[in-house]
């Protein structure tokens, strides 16, 4: 009964306000918020799981790229890979392990003070045992040392080096090449990570004994001679 059927259509629109037949974007929006609900999401992995899914499919994804473009396919891959592998393992054999460049240079003396003779007592020993940098280390603080007792430096803590080595070129120029280079050497063997031998304590030695034998410029005199 075609006229039945129609008013039977008619009565439900009426009644319950249902359409028969949902458009497509009202039906859309619908299945939507349907599965928005939390009982469709209990099984769903976290954020963090997502995060890491993600991670690993980008590393496969690197990796099949790398290997369709390496001759070879993965066997190429492979063998470039152990090749820059090999490559690193040279430069860090050859190089060594990297050393921290300091930003800026510390004071020539610990916190203990010592005498000059102590220092040279040091240098002594650690050279009787081939122990070069430190046996460096310890003349040169030996002859800043001597220079303060001699009241030709003024004791300051917190002194380097090179800042001895220039203030003690003006009383003493004749050996400001010589004090110069002594302080170039502690800072390499204190700061820059280079090696000392035994040449260079000899040098640093003997340039301790000349200044000592050396009488001070003052201002206005003549330039000091050895006694």
């Given at each position: 009964?075609?006229?039945?059927?129609?008013?039977?259509?008619?009565?439900?629109?009426?009644?319950?306000?249902i359409?028969?037949d949902?458009?497509r974007v009202?039906?859309?929006?619908?299945?939507?918020r349907?599965?928005?609900?939390?009982?469709y999401?209990e099984?769903?992995?976290?954020?963090l799981?997502r995060?890491?899914?993600?991670?690993?499919?980008?590393?496969?994804?690197?990796?099949?790229a790398?290997?369709g473009?390496?001759?070879g396919?993965s066997?190429?891959?492979v063998?470039?890979?152990?090749a820059?592998?090999?490559v690193?393992?040279?430069l860090?054999?050859r190089?060594?392990?990297?050393?921290r460049?300091?930003?800026?240079q510390?004071?020539l003396?610990?916190?203990?003070p010592?005498t000059a003779?102590?220092?040279?007592?040091q240098?002594a020993?650690?050279?009787?045992?081939?122990?070069?940098?430190?046996?460096?280390?310890?003349?040169?603080?030996?002859?800043?040392?001597?220079l303060e007792?001699r009241?030709?430096?003024e004791?300051?803590p917190?002194?380097?080096a090179?800042?001895?080595a220039?203030?003690?070129?003006r009383?003493?120029?004749?050996?400001?090449?010589?004090?110069?280079?002594?302080?170039r050497?502690?800072?390499?063997?204190?700061?820059?990570?280079?090696?000392a031998?035994?040449?260079?304590?000899?040098?640093?030695?003997?340039?301790?004994l000349?200044?000592g034998?050396?009488?001070?410029?003052?201002?206005?005199a003549?330039?000091?001679t050895?006694?």
């Amino acid at each position: 009964m075609p006229g039945g059927t129609t008013t039977a259509r008619l009565l439900i629109r009426a009644g319950d306000h249902i359409p028969l037949d949902t458009p497509r974007v009202p039906g859309r929006e619908a299945a939507r918020r349907e599965l928005s609900k939390p009982m469709y999401h209990e099984h769903d992995p976290n954020l963090l799981q997502r995060g890491i899914d993600h991670f690993w499919k980008w590393i496969g994804d690197l990796v099949g790229a790398a290997s369709g473009a390496a001759p070879g396919g993965s066997a190429g891959l492979v063998v470039i890979s152990l090749a820059a592998l090999a490559v690193i393992a040279a430069l860090w054999w050859r190089l060594g392990v990297p050393r921290r460049v300091p930003a800026r240079q510390e004071s020539l003396f610990d916190d203990r003070p010592r005498t000059a003779a102590e220092h040279r007592l040091q240098a002594a020993a650690h050279a009787s045992a081939g122990r070069w940098n430190q046996a460096v280390q310890e003349r040169m603080r030996a002859i800043v040392r001597a220079l303060e007792e001699r009241a030709l430096l003024e004791p300051r803590p917190g002194r380097t080096a090179d800042e001895a080595a220039a203030e003690a070129a003006r009383p003493l120029p004749g050996h400001a090449d010589g004090l110069r280079a002594a302080a170039r050497v502690f800072d390499d063997v204190t700061y820059g990570g280079r090696t000392a031998d035994e040449p260079a304590y000899l040098r640093i030695g003997e340039l301790d004994l000349a200044l000592g034998r050396t009488k001070p410029q003052l201002a206005g005199a003549i330039p000091g001679t050895a006694e």
